[in-house]
């Protein structure tokens, strides 16, 4: 079953702009073995629907129960990745250990590590 944590949205720090939307290209970057305090997760949402709440919303949401979040990018053009920067590398093991796996909208999450100094070279 999904569960979708509908606390506020927490505030953000550091030197990412929250839920970004940049004018890059969307390119779903390469994962890594290293653990890093950025997630990509996959596909949490069909690219062709309207989403409410926000897709960006929810995974702040979820994310949360974690650690705090720092950053949320959703790649719209996509089949459903985003990717999630955590305050704290801690935090960002949690949620990979609890979310990878698990089933989202019926569909299985795959969360993996990217390489935080690539992940904000794109921006």
């Known amino acids: 079953s999904t569960h979708i944590n509908n606390d506020p949205w ?13 004018s890059r290209t969307s390119l779903e970057l390469p994962t890594s073995l290293e653990p890093s305090r950025v997630l990509l997760l996959k596909p949490l949402f069909d690219r062709h629907a309207i989403h409410e ?12 129960q974690f650690g705090d979040v720092q950053h949320v990018l959703v790649e719209d053009d996509s089949d459903g990745v985003v990717y999630v920067c955590f305050e704290l590398l801690e935090a960002a ?18 969360a993996a590590f990217v390489n935080e100094r690539l992940y904000a070279s794109q921006f």
């Open 93 to 110: 093991v949690r949620a990979r250990s609890m979310l990878n796996g698990r089933r989202f909208n019926q569909r299985e999450i795959q």
């Open 53 to 64: 709440p926000p897709v960006e919303e929810e995974v702040r949401g979820e994310c949360a």
């Open 10 to 22: 927490l505030p953000t720090t550091g030197d990412f702009k929250a839920n970004a939307r940049s």
